[in-house]
Every structure is written in C-alpha cells, then in structure tokens.
Antibody
Framework: QMQVQESGPGLVKPSGTLSLICTVS?????????WSWVRQPPGKGLEWIGE???????NYDPSLKSRVTISVDLSKNQVSLQLSSVSAADTALYYC????????????WGQGTLVTVSS | ETVLTQSPGTLSLSPGERATLSCRAS???????LAWYQHKPGQAPRLLIY???NRATGIPERFSGSGSGTDFILTISRLEPEDFAVYYC???????????FGQGTKLEIK
C-alpha cells in the first residue's frame, strides 16, 4: 500500500522560499509516472501547482511557473517543491499527490502540510 | 487555460435523496481527462470518478459520473450520511500541460 507524506517548515517569512519534501513509501515512485503538488488556501478550493515525471520532466501552472521548482530524488523516493518569493497568498495546505495507474487523475494523496507565510 | 465552474455552490439535501452536481468547462474537455473528488474536513481528497464515468477502486455504486464536451455531472443516487462533503471536478489540458480544479460544491445535510 503506497503511502505519501509531506514534510517541511510550517512557517515561512514573506519574500522567502517555501521548501517541502514528499516521501513515498510502500512502493517506488517510479511505479507511477507523474507526481504533483496541489494546495488549498484557507477557506478556498484546490489549486494545482505543478507536476514531475520520475524521469525529471516538469509542467507548472503558468501563474506560478516563474517561482516554482519541482524536483525528484529517486534514491530517496522523494519529490520536492520549492516556491520562491512567497507572500501571504501562498499560505495554504500543501498536498503531494500521485497519479497511480489510471492517469489524468490523482489516486494517491498525502495528508497535507500547512504552510503559513508570515513575519 | 480551461476554467471549470461547478454548480451549485452549496447543495442542501437529506439522507436518502438524490444529489446532482454540475461541472461546466469553458472549453471542450476530453472525457478521458475529467475526474471527481470527495473532500472531507481534516482528510485528504479522495478520487471518486476518473475518465468522466469510471468509479475508482472501492467507490460505492451510488456514485456515478456522466457528461461530455463542456458539461459533466456527478450523481449520488441515494445519499448516505458519510456523503456530505465538498466535491471537486478536475480536468487536464494538453497544451500547455496542466490541471485545473473547479471551485467545489459543498453538499450539506438539510
């Protein structure tokens, strides 16, 4: 049974860089092609941030593209998210999600980690 | 970029009733690329429907999806107490490659 766990600082200062790690256990993340980050600001809906293929190819939401980097470390079975120049608008619950065998939808979700941007 | 608009924003129904949730896209979406999720407070979202009409593993038969082009529907045939949650539709764009979610429909107990 694949498990997904996000980790990282819960508080980031404005203009700083948000860095999160997603650790996959129970299976290799190469078993499924794409891994993504999705966020949910307080009281709002789900927002797609971007995705990475286990070979390293990436796609990002155009509105975040200039600030986002998603990377993969196959040796650690981890996916990372970096979001630079953060502001209060980036305060959200951040989910790491995996497509599974189906494609174009997300079968595997972490529990999410709350990141607050505040001085 | 394809925008998904869900309606209604809030749906108030009683257990046993039928729920019909709508998801309208700003441009045509391939049926293969439309999914629905259930999201309860304090939990991760759960995939219900993929490819417009296919139930994900373990999803009860009372959940069904339909639609094509720009109009998609999630139907819950007979509501159980555990079905009251927020529901999101989601689609995939090929160019540029990206996903978008609808703003959600809150299904609440009447």
């Amino acid at each position: 049974q694949m498990q997904v766990q996000e980790s990282g600082p819960g508080l980031v200062k404005p203009s700083g860089t948000l860095s999160l790690i997603c650790t996959v256990s129970g299976d290799s993340l190469t078993s499924y092609h794409w891994w993504s980050w999705v966020r949910q600001p307080p009281g709002k809906g789900l927002e797609w941030i971007g995705e990475i293929h286990h070979s390293g190819g990436t796609n990002y939401d155009p509105s975040l593209k200039s600030r986002v980097t998603i990377s993969v470390d196959l040796s650690k079975n981890q996916v990372s998210l970096q979001l630079s120049s953060v502001s209060a608008a980036d305060t959200a619950l951040y989910y790491c999600v995996g497509q599974g065998a189906i494609g174009y939808s997300y079968t595997y979700w972490g529990q999410g980690t709350l990141v607050t941007v505040s001085s | 970029e394809t925008v998904l608009t869900q309606s209604p924003g809030t749906l108030s129904l009683s257990p046993g009733e039928r729920a019909t949730l709508s998801c309208r896209a700003s441009q045509s979406v391939s049926s293969a690329y439309l999914a629905w999720y259930q999201h309860k407070p304090g939990q991760a979202p759960r995939l219900l429907i993929y490819g417009t009409s296919n139930r994900a593993t373990g999803i009860p038969e009372r959940f069904s999806g339909s639609g094509s082009g720009t109009d998609f529907i999630l139907t819950i045939s007979r509501l159980e107490p555990e079905d009251f949650a927020v529901y999101y539709c989601q689609q995939y764009d090929k160019s540029p490659p990206m996903y978008t979610f609808g703003q959600g429909t809150k299904l609440e107990i009447k």
